[in-house]
Structures are given as C-alpha cells and as structure tokens.
C-alpha cells in the first residue's frame, strides 16, 4: 500500500478510489507534544475498535463522520478529507491544561461545557487560538464554518456524555478533529479514543485514559481494554 501520510498515531494509506483512504491506527503513544514517546503493542487495535464504534453510533445520531468501514484490527476504510487544522476540544470537567491557563482545580464541574479551538501545528506546539486567529490563518473559509465546528463539537459532546455515562465513565473533556469531503461538507474525522478524550470511572475516580501515560500512573493498555469491553458490552 502506498502511504500518502504518517503522523504520531496514524498511517493513511492510497487506495484505487480517489474519495476513500485507509487510516491505519498505530502502537506508538505519544505526549506534550512527542516529547515522551512509547509503545504499547495492541493499542492501535483497541483505538480503531473504540472509533469504530463511536463513529457508527455518532452516525446514527445524525453527526457525518469520514468512516465507511473498519477492514481490519486496526485499519478502517474512510472517505478522504482535507483536515481543518484546528483541534476542536469540548470540556465538561476542569482538566489538563484548562486547570494550568486559569488555576482551576483538577475535578471541578465547569458551569456549562466550554469549546476551544487549538491550531493544529506541532512547531508552534498547538496553541490556544480564538475565531479572529482562525479568520487571520485562513484554517476555513469563513465563520459559519467556525460556528460548525463549535455546534457538531457541542453535539458529540452531549451524545458522548451519555453514551460514556451508561458504561459507568464520565467524560471530563476530549478533542475532536474535522475535514472536508469532496463536495466541502464538515465531516467528522480521526479518531475519538481514551488517546484524545480524558474518562474518569464514575465508582472509583479512577483516570482511563492518556493521563495514564502522560503522568507514569498505570497500565493504559488495562484502561483502554476495559473502555473497550464496556462499550461493546452495552452495543
Ligand atoms: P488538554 O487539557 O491537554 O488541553 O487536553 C484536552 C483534551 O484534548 C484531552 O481530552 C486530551 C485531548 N488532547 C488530544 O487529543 N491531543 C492533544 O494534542 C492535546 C493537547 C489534547
Ligand atoms: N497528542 C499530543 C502528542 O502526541 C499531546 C498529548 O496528547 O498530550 O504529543
């Protein structure tokens, strides 16, 4: 297969039709931007499984998404974009950077879930933009599509909370990333897995996802395994 890109996570691959792609979930583990760096082998494997199964349900909520079809353990078939470089994170809980910029506590209920826009650039280390920086940078067309973004965010936000909630996780805040379709439609795109949103086990507290690794606290591979097995459990 040729690739046409690497990134930290993923592979995409060619295919014979010019609209679809294959986007390969890879093993490596990243964070702080690829400062620390690991494996974990099976991770791709339980990353595409859990995307798969967001996506799927997401669909049927209504939200467009760029999968067509999972080929394999660790491969899906989606429909090529052209990535928007802005990282879209919705937050429900204080968390992560949100308690550095503003000095709020790990663990503090947000008093309505908030949305961000990041600039996708690994130089400039993902920086914190607002709807001016996004207009000035030309990352889209123009502001209905910032207004886009912000909705689909707010609405896969409230479809998660609940599709986490009844597996016994609260999703504290996660990141989201949109392309363009052939035709210029917004459509969900890369991935959503406990690498890109942070989930809390609403009995013990416990942290099941990245912060695992980004802080040395556990075994992420047992954390994603169990998302996993509770997603497909309750399907
Ligand atoms: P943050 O608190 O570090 O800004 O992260 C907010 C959410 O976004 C969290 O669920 C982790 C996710 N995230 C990514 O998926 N990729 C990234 O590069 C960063 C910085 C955060
Ligand atoms: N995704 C980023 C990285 O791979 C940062 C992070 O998730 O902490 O470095």
Known sequence: ????????????????????????????????NGEKVDKESGKGELNCEITTLIFQALEKEGIPTHLIKQIDKNKQLVKKVDIIPIEVVVRNIAAGSLCKRLGLKEGEKLKFPIVEFYYKNDELNDPLINDDHAMILNLVDNKKELETLREYGRKVNEFLINFFDKVGLILVDF?????????????????????????????????????????????????????????????
Do not use: H, Q
């Open 175 to 235: 990141k989201i990333e949109f392309g363009k379709d052939k035709d210029g439609n917004i459509i969900l795109a890369d991935e959503i897995t406990p690498d890109s949103c942070r989930l809390w086990d609403k009995k013990t507290g416990k942290k099941m996802d990245k912060d695992l690794f980004r802080f040395n606290l556990g075994d992420i591979k047992e954390a994603y395994k169990e998302v996993l097995k509770r997603l497909k459990d309750a399907k």
């Open 1 to 32: 297969m040729e690739l046409l890109y690497e990134g930290k996570a993923k592979k995409i691959y060619k295919t014979d039709n010019p609209n679809e792609v294959i986007c390969e979930f890879k093993d490596s583990l990243t964070a702080f």
